[in-house]
């Protein structure tokens, strides 16, 4: 009972599935929690130490089964990974109130259904939570009305946490992702936005899933024990540059 839980959200795959993997080479035990059962099933394969468990962080009820399956399986839980998000871009005058609702409630609705969910634990253990956003939220672009909006929310939401849950030893911080290159980037992102995303990048590349796992890690460390209520861009400098590519605006 004394090797510390990570509870990763959308961990099937992606920024997620990283997570877990450096979690568990760090000594950590791992919740992974996902809504697709058949990815998760093949993303948790041969993970000791992990345990899958098949939820949808939008929906209320859901959540709760889940917080109760992870603390019946593992007794604790020392660090909530609010990593689930949909993306559904599109121009601004063409984005429906379904898209709308359906990106919210997983990227804004789903964070803190988990986080309210699991303050219990997480003051016994004096734990930390750790959202993602993505740096959309920090700075406006094209196409991301709906998913924009909702990072947005999401990081004044971890600062809200920490200044209220801080008193309890609880931590809150905030990753915001810049262009990582994961299989579903590559497969969207044409040679043209690719380049164009090189040069707005001081550091001229993509990031990697791995290094944003880094920072996520770091944060529900011990060595990040006095850091609360920051909001971290994982970008390549990406944000001190400004976003609001030209070959994306060509499409609108």
């Known amino acids: 009972m004394t090797q510390k839980l990570a509870l990763v959200t959308g961990a099937a795959r992606g920024i997620g599935l990283a997570t877990t993997k450096l979690f568990l080479q760090q000594g950590w035990q791992v919740a992974m929690v996902d ?19 098949f939820y949808d962080i939008s ?9 109760e399956a992870v603390l019946h399986h593992f007794g604790r839980i020392d660090a909530v990974v609010n990593n689930a998000g949909v993306a559904d871009f599109g121009p601004i005058e063409e984005a429906d109130f379904a898209t709308w609702r359906r990106v919210m409630e997983t990227n804004l609705d789903g964070v803190f259904l988990v986080s309210q969910a699991t303050v219990q634990p997480l003051k016994t253990s004096k734990g930390a939570i750790v959202n993602i956003a993505s740096i959309s939220g920090l700075r406006a672009s ?9 990072k947005a929310g999401v990081i004044h939401l971890t600062k809200q946490q920490a200044a209220e849950l801080g008193e309890y030893g609880v931590r809150a911080n ?5 262009p990582v290159r994961t299989k579903l980037a590559m497969a969207v992102h044409t040679p043209d936005i690719i380049a164009a995303y090189h040069d707005a990048i001081p550091l001229n590349r993509y ?11 770091f944060l529900c460390s011990d060595k990040a024990s006095y850091v609360t209520g920051q909001v971290i861009a994982s970008d390549g400098g990406f944000d001190s540059t400004g976003v609001g590519l030209p070959a994306l605006r060509q499409d609108c």
């Open 142 to 150: 094209t196409l991301r009305v709906a998913y924009g909006t909702s």
């Open 207 to 217: 990031g990697s899933e791995q290094e944003i796992a880094e920072v996520i890690c």
């Open 59 to 67: 929906v209320p009820e859901q959540v709760s089964e889940m917080v």
């Open 174 to 178: 905030c990753v915001c992702p810049g």
């Open 35 to 53: 809504r697709d059962a058949d990815e998760l099933k093949l993303a948790a394969e041969g993970l000791d130490s992990a345990q899958p468990f």
